[in-house]
Every structure is written in structure tokens, then in C-alpha cells.
């Protein structure tokens, strides 16, 4: 069964299999893994659509509090952090986990970060202009998480229960690219390196809906990595990176020093 929602209107365009222990994204040139993640012309279409959806979406404050109440609800935060708070926190979260630790991942791998990137935004430009999921939709957290060996993908489960039935189109929309009827199929599997990744995460999408306290899928260089550890217990799950946000700076000044004076991860805000 084909999943809905908006992710279905991206076009499938040629379906790399994944052959054991290789993938689209390891067997073929550059040039023809740009392509593959641009789509067709109906599939950039829609990808600039929803590009300018999600930037409109930043001034939608509503939106996002009534989502980050219902993450309240439903035990996720002990308090919702101010606008400002989420912004600053939200720098701290690309500067101190996400580019570093990826950073760190695809060199390990011999991959280029900055083309890795690339096909990242060809593939779903919309995804990456918001680092904590707040404005983003729900089909857009799906698809990246799809598109990214994640570091721990229970910040996106967590985020996800901000949608009704999000977790539950999460299983199915992976069920779907394993079988190769997803629509973003081509252009997810010519960016994602690991062939073993969405059998994993399949498998782990339906532990986490069964007992929401199973222990995190961790990508490798963090296990290995006491710093990525530590950090990661911070930024990798909802609750952990509202109770950081949640310490930042409640005024523009008070923000503006926090951001030019703190170079580095503030490791006594780490979780013991």
C-alpha cells in the first residue's frame, strides 16, 4: 500500500535496489546520485511547494505551541521553553550535535559531508531548514529520518506524537521504502549509506511503539565517543533537549552573549 499524505506527490522516478552490503549511494557516480535525488520535473515542483510552505510555517507560532503542548500532555516536557529559548537552543543543537557528530560519522565513513548535504536538500530542501522539527510537518520529520542515519531517532518518534497517528504513519511510510512502493524511494536510497538502516529502523519504529522506553537505536560514532555520548543525552530525545532549551537565555542580550561567549558544550548540562 502506497503511503498519503503530501509525501506522496514527489514522483518515484528509477528505483536503486539495494544489493547486500551496497547501496545507490555507495555504487554510483555523483552525477547520477544528483539526479536521482532531483526527481523529475513534477517531483521539484512539489518539493519547492513544500519549501515554501515550511518557511511560512516559521511564522506560525500557534502552530507550534499548541504541538508543544500536546508533547506537555503527554508527559514529553516539564516545560515549554520561550520562542527565544527554542532559537537559541536550537543553534546550540547544530553547533554542538548535529554538524559535529555527522560531521565526525561521514568522514569515518569517507564521505563528503558537504555533498552528502546536497543530495540531503535535493531530495527534501524543506527538511533541512528546520533543526527541531517544530515547523516542520509530519510527513517532512518521516522523510528525514529516512533520508539520515540517525544519531538517535527517538527525538523524531517523540516529535512525531505531536501528530495524530504520527508514529503510526512512521512504521508504514518505512514498510513502504523497504518495499520499494514508497515515492521517495529512488531519491532516499541514493543518500543513505548504510543498507542495514531501514531494516533496522523498521524493526525499531515497532519496539518504540510497544514500550516508548526501549533503549535508543544509537548510530555507532556515538556509542564509540564518550563526548558524542554525553551530548547526545542531551539533544537526542525530546525531553532532554527541552530541559536544555529550557536553561537558555530568556532575553535578546542575554541570548546574543550566550551564543558569541559559549564555544563549546556546556558538558555540566549534560544528563548524568
Not at 520529520?141 to 512525531?160: C, E, K
Not at 555507532?220 to 558524542?228: A, D, V
Request: aromatic fraction near 8%.
Amino acid at each position: 500500500m502506497a503511503c498519503t499524505g503530501p509525501a506522496a506527490s514527489y514522483g518515484l522516478g528509477e528505483v536503486a535496489a539495494m544489493d547486500l552490503g551496497r547501496t545507490a549511494r555507495s555504487s554510483m557516480d555523483p552525477w547520477s546520485l544528483v539526479r536521482q535525488t532531483m526527481g523529475n520535473r513534477r517531483a521539484r515542483w512539489r518539493k519547492g511547494i513544500d519549501l515554501v510552505r515550511a518557511l511560512q510555517g516559521y511564522g506560525d507560532s500557534a502552530k507550534v505551541e499548541a504541538r508543544l503542548e500536546r508533547l506537555r500532555a503527554l508527559g514529553y516536557i516539564d516545560a515549554v521553553p520561550t520562542r527565544l529559548q527554542r532559537i537559541v537552543g536550537a543553534i546550540d543543537m547544530l553547533r554542538f550535535f548535529i554538524v559535529p557528530c555527522a560531521a565526525d560519522y561521514y568522514a569515518d565513513k569517507g564521505l563528503d559531508i558537504r555533498f552528502h548535504t546536497l543530495l540531503r536538500f535535493l531530495d527534501d530542501p524543506a527538511s533541512l531548514i528546520d533543526p527541531t522539527g517544530f515547523n516542520s510537518t509530519r510527513d517532512a520529520i518521516i522523510g528525514h529520518v529516512m533520508q539520515v542515519v540517525h544519531a538517535n531517532p527517538h527525538y523524531d518518534f517523540q516529535l512525531l506524537e505531536s501528530f495524530e497517528g504520527g508514529l503510526e504513519q512512521m512504521e508504514q511510510q518505512v514498510a513502504n521504502l523497504l518495499a520499494g512502493q514508497h515515492p521517495r524511494t529512488s531519491s532516499i536510497l541514493a543518500i543513505v549509506e548504510d543498507p542495514a538502516y531501514h531494516e533496522q529502523l523498521l524493526a525499531h519504529i515497532r519496539e518504540f511503539r510497544r514500550d516508548p522506553t526501549v533503549p535508543p537505536l544509537l548510530r555507532e560514532n556515538i556509542t564509540r565517543n564518550p563526548t558524542f555520548a554525553a551530548i547526545e543525552r542531551t539533544f537526542g530525545t525530546v525531553p532532554g533537549a527541552m530541559r536544555y532549551f529550557a536553561t537558555m537565555p530568556r532575553t535578546a542580550v542575554g541570548a546574543a552573549h550566550h551564543l558569541f561567549a559559549v564555544r563549546e558544550f556546556p558538558a555540566e548540562l549534560a544528563p548524568r
